[in-house]
């Protein structure tokens, strides 16, 4: 069983759902990450989900693509990024880390070399955007496996019958769902129409469905609660590192900003 799996059968076993944050590796600067990784597991983070800065994001919108420009900016490379997961090993051996990213810079490193690197750093979830899973090799599924790294895909509203049947029969861990139609950030958030989604989906599998794109504050994290099994937000944490650059008390700011927007996230979800 991985991280993953275990997160999410202990978080059954005590009726909670889970609160996963994004954040992208290496933004504002690459000595933020690993501490900041450490301070989201402290304020209520079941998973941590990492970007991969890439240079051409397209399921991402302006925040996050702003993000990982920064990061690329700031020296943060595919091979840093997941030796972050490895610095923040050293010391939480418990709580899963995702890394979300494309195709491009995975193929430039290899297939091998990279998921050897994340075994090596503890990664404990792969969701590369652009891998159609139909494309997806039995060997690559089988070396994850091996790896305990699971496979994460997304779905969402516009996702055809055949894709959502490859989704369902290689995806692991769990199902990403993606609540909007449109990038990282939209804002145009159906709870009900996304409840009837995630219903769905759920009677087609057992793998636990978390909905992101678009939850932005507790009331909708508790809506999308109700029904999901886990929240994902990326953006309204991200938005804080905008225009910190080099100013240190910026920094401090903003991630006060992002772990109180935890704090209020976690409060809502366990409210339930």
Same mark, same amino acid.
């Given at each position: 069983m991985t991280r993953i799996s275990q997160t999410f059968a202990i978080l059954k076993?005590?009726?909670?759902k889970a609160l996963i944050p994004y954040i992208m590796a290496g933004d504002p600067n690459p000595s933020v990450t690993v501490d900041l990784m450490h301070e989201l597991a402290l304020h209520g983070a079941d998973? &941590?989900?990492?970007?991969?800065?890439?240079?051409?994001?397209?399921?991402?919108?302006a925040v996050i693509s702003l993000a990982g420009e920064r990061a690329l900016a700031g020296g943060t490379s595919t091979t840093q990024a997941v030796q972050m997961v490895g610095e923040f090993r050293k010391t939480n051996q418990s709580t899963p880390v995702l890394l979300m990213g494309y195709?491009?810079?995975?193929?430039? &490193?290899?297939?091998?070399?990279f998921l050897n690197l994340c075994e090596q750093n503890g990664v404990d979830g792969l969701l590369l955007v652009d891998l159609p899973p139909n494309e997806t090799s039995d060997d690559l599924s089988e070396?994850?496996?091996?790896?305990?790294i699971n496979q994460i895909f997304l779905l969402a509203p516009t996702t055809e019958k055949d894709r959502?049947?490859?989704?369902?029969?290689?995806?692991?861990?769990? &199902?990403?769902?993606?609540s909007v139609k449109g990038v990282t950030g939209s804002r145009a958030l159906n709870t009900d129409e996304v409840a009837r989604q995630v219903q769905a989906i759920k009677a087609d599998t057992e793998l636990p469905i978390c909905v992101g794109f678009g939850i932005r504050d507790g009331e909708s994290a508790k809506a999308v609660a109700t029904f999901a099994d886990g929240v994902i937000v990326g953006s309204e944490l991200v938005r804080h590192f905008a225009d910190v650059g080099d100013d240190k008390d910026k920094l401090e700011l903003a991630?006060?900003?992002v772990l109180s927007k935890m704090d209020e996230l976690r409060q809502a979800i366990d409210s339930l």
């Open positions: 076993q005590q009726n909670k998973i &941590i989900e990492i970007g991969l800065p890439f240079s051409d994001p397209m399921a991402d919108g195709l491009n810079p995975v193929e430039i &490193i290899g297939y091998d070399n070396q994850l496996a091996q790896k305990a959502r049947q490859a989704v369902l029969k290689r995806g692991s861990g769990f &199902i990403y769902y993606v991630i006060d900003k």
